[in-house]
């Protein structure tokens, strides 16, 4: 598995988690209809499954590790670009440090 593909599994979970947890949070504290709750248990459903689709090395502590970290990396984009909430200084070097530990996990060489 090439590590283009490794890292794409990381972050489409990453997005049906994000869009799971809105969907799931627009049904409960906005109202929406209970379609979205569905919608929002059958995304974070994928979610849960596509981590575990890494190279066989890659064990499920050091892929849940770079998985968090890539999260707060889309949390942050998810917040910056949906909700429209301004992204400052913490926010940027926090996930540029985060990508840079995501790098060192996943793709440090490895016996």
Same mark, same amino acid.
């Given at each position: 598995m090439s590590k283009i593909l490794s890292f794409g599994l990381l972050l489409v979970a990453g997005l049906f988690e994000i869009v799971a947890r809105w969907l799931g949070w627009g049904w409960l504290r906005r109202g929406w209809s209970g379609a979205w709750g569905v919608a929002a248990a059958s995304a974070m459903i994928a979610s849960l +499954?596509?981590?575990a689709?890494?190279?066989?090395? +890659?064990e499920f502590g050091r892929s849940s590790a770079a998985y968090g970290v890539l999260f707060v990396v889309l949390a942050l984009s998810w917040s910056w670009i949906v909700d429209r909430k301004p992204l400052d200084a913490a926010d940027l070097i926090g996930s540029a440090l985060c990508l840079a530990g995501l790098s060192i996990l996943m793709?440090?060489?490895?016996a």
């Open positions: +499954f596509l981590p689709l890494q190279e066989q090395h +890659f793709y440090w060489p490895r």
